[in-house]
């Protein structure tokens, strides 16, 4: 929290504007269901050090099931072990056990982007703060009374593509937005429209305030404040008295007072835009219709941005979750509605008389008009040669999953 924010006179917030905070559910372990279902339902402990000879590891994290036995994120694996023993494969005995897994970072992040990209598809303010959560500001799109289901549409978003559940805050500023988002997890959704701020905020415990750990609350608590509506009554001076600067962060924080934007880091990636099918079709005159549509709103959007691209690409997802994507690179960086149109359609053909589940169009390997304007020149000799060559690359499905449709972030 900046310190000044949302002083008197200093700065002031815009009660119109609506902040997102999206948080994965215990997201390493919902990961691991991810690639293995029959998980769902058990308690998961994602962690290191839990196989026979390492010593020494820590829980990263744990689903639900597990938390409900006292185990959690930087618990020593050991401890988590009494809690809950590793389950063997051969002898299910009447006590309850858990399910270990090792971390895997890479597959992690994998998904980690998966989320990003559709979190960038539907808004163009994201800012990613760690591998599982990201602040969207919506305000340009919607009003609060679409505020629900537009948070609702990317919960089901994201457990409909990903099989990854997510809690969502709604709320007028950030502070607010992460509050909401921890107040009903797993699978949350709360919406905090600009009026209930503070009413939302009254009751809740001191620990639900960002920052506010074990030891804070302690000292907190043996003073008699309890709850954020506590905190607010002390005043400033007090709170400062306590914990320094910290104190008047927590004083703004608690009155849902913060003006900091979300600023989205750096240039993204490439920029995409994908749609789904209600039920699987193979009918390619509609399926050629969707991938207009998509292609003029990605090329739209990268127009919008000032950015041009070298590289088209098409993304289709076969029933039920086959994911295949292709695509062409261009001799040089480009701003060409129509091309991104004939080239989407061209890569589709293949794919012709598939059935198809969803499909998507992206351009990548951006260039923008800032930080890279050598490029840009080097472009503008190209631009003369009107008609532009390009040339088919073709990549499978599987060796692309990784790099292609890779998050819009430039994280
Ligand atoms: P969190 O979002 O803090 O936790 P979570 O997603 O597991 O659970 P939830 O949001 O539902 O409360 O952190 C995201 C991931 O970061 C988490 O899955 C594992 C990793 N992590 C660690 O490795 N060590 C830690 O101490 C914490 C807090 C998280
Ligand atoms: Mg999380």
Known sequence: MPSHAGLPGVATQSADRIILHVDNDCFYAACERVREPSLEG????????????????????????AREYGIGSAQPITEAM??????????????????????????YEQNATAVHEILSDVSDTVRRVSIDEAYLD?????????????AIDIKYRIADELGLPVSVGVAPNMSVAKIASDHDKPDGLVVVHPKEVADFLAP???????????????????????????LVARGQEELIDLLGERGRDLFYQAQGIDSRPVTPRGDPKSLSRESSFGDPVADSDLIREKLRTLAEAVAERARRKGATYRTIGIKVVEPPFEVQTREESLPGPIDEPE????VSLDLYEEFRGKNVRKVGVKVANLTFPEGDQRRLDSWDDGRNSRELQYHREN?????????????????
């Open 42 to 65: 058990e308690p998961v402990i994602v962690g290191m050090g839990f196989q026979p000879g390492s010593t020494g590891g820590v829980v990263a994290t744990a689903s639900y099931e």
């Open 82 to 107: 009494e809690r809950l023993p590793p389950r063997s494969q051969t002898e299910p005995g009447p006590e309850p056990t858990g399910v270990y897994r090792p971390v895997d970072m890479q597959f």
């Open 138 to 150: 919506c305000s340009e799109q919607i009003d609060w009374n679409e505020a629900e289901s537009f």
């Open 204 to 230: 809740l415990p001191i620990d639900a305030l960002h920052g506010v750990g074990p030891k804070t609350a302690s000292l907190l608590n043996e003073r008699g404040i309890e709850t954020v509506e506590h």
């Open 339 to 342: 091309l991104v149109e004939t």
């Open 395 to 411: 990549v499978s499905g599987a060796q692309l999953r990784l790099t292609a449709f890779e998050a819009d972030s430039g994280d």
